[in-house]
């Protein structure tokens, strides 16, 4: 049974990069794609972008220019990158394999 | 992007009722790719249906889905006590993948 992990800082600055590490256990992450999804309730679920195990992406045009995501297999995890953060980006956080299984979700606050 | 709009709001129901939740798509959804989950309160969400009509692994037989196009339907035909919760419609036919608003159902 795959399992989903997110970890990284539960509070970043405005202006900073926010940084998120899933960790795949049970399964291998190559051959399949991995997403990341966040929700505030402001916003509700809204869907960041996802990346395939050979590395190729598709990102949300809302958050396109601010958003990287990584895959590293060797370490079964894939991360994600958001720059110039603002209180909007204020939501948690989950990593998902596809839409069909994710993590408990992270916390992250923007803040100074 | 293709907006999800999903009704009712709330469905305040008793447990043994049928209940029938709406979600309807801006534009057509591309190969009916539709799926609904499941969020219950300090939970992620659990996906319940994929492909507009197809289970997913562990779900129980009285949760159904259906429609085409730009009409969709969650039906769960008898609520169990552990069915009341937020329910959200997400598509996945077109970049970016979008989600409805959600339904909460709730005890009544």
């Known amino acids: 049974q795959v399992q989903l992990q997110e970890s990284g800082p539960g509070l970043v600055k405005p202006s900073e990069t926010l940084s998120l590490t899933c960790t795949v256990s049970g399964g291998s992450i190559s051959g399949y794609y991995w997403s990341w999804i966040r929700q505030s309730p402001g916003k509700g679920l809204e869907w960041i972008g996802y990346i395939y195990s050979s590395g190729s992406t598709n990102y949300n045009p809302s958050l396109k220019s601010r958003v990287t995501i990584s895959v590293d297999t060797s370490k079964n995890q894939f991360s994600l990158k958001l720059s110039s953060v603002t209180a909007a980006d204020t939501a948690v956080y989950y990593c998902?394999?596809?839409?069909?299984?994710w993590g408990q979700g992270t916390m992250v606050t923007v803040s100074s | 992007e293709i907006v999800l709009t999903q009704s009712p709001g709330t469905l305040s129901l008793s447990p043994g009722e049928r209940a029938t939740l709406s979600c309807r798509a801006s534009q057509s959804v591309s190969s009916n790719y539709l799926a609904w989950f499941q969020q219950k309160p300090g939970q992620a969400p659990r996906l319940l249906i994929y492909?507009?009509?197809s289970r997913a692994t562990g779900i129980p037989d009285r949760f159904s889905g259906s429609g085409s196009g730009t009409d969709f339907t969650l039906t769960i035909s008898r609520l169990e006590p552990e069915d009341f919760a937020v329910y959200y419609c997400q598509q996945y036919g077109s970049s970016p993948w979008t989600f409805g608003q959600g339904t909460k159902v709730e005890i009544k």
């Open positions: 998902a394999m596809g839409f069909d299984i």
């Open positions: 492909a507009e009509s």
